[in-house]
């Protein structure tokens, strides 16, 4: 795997008043590379030299212990010849 290098822009923001609270705005082409929406859930660390903010996705569902079974065995009943040979 090679090294892959990323422009990073710097981007300064107001604050923005939003009710008793602050907010600040993600300009349309930043919300485009992250593919967030309005339903993107994030999660704010506090950081002692200012705010971590990253963006919550919903991960892959993880296969059922019976599922890993069996495809092992599909894998085993395939190439298990194959993979004793190799073994040699």
């Not at 892959?4 to 981007?11: H, K, L, Q």
């Not at 009710?19 to 600040?24: E, I, M």
């Not at 963006?55 to 059922?64: D, H, I, N, V």
């Amino acid at each position: 795997m090679g090294i892959i290098f990323i422009e990073v822009t710097v981007v300064k923001k107001n604050l923005t008043a939003i009710g008793g609270s602050l907010g600040f705005i993600i300009d349309k082409p930043i919300a485009e590379l992250y593919k967030l929406d309005r339903n993107t859930q994030i999660e704010v660390i506090p950081k002692e030299d200012g705010l971590n903010i990253r963006f919550l996705r919903e991960k892959a569902p993880r296969a059922s212990d019976e599922e890993v079974t069996k495809a092992a065995g599909d894998v085993n009943k395939r190439y298990g010849k194959m993979m004793k040979n190799l073994a040699k």
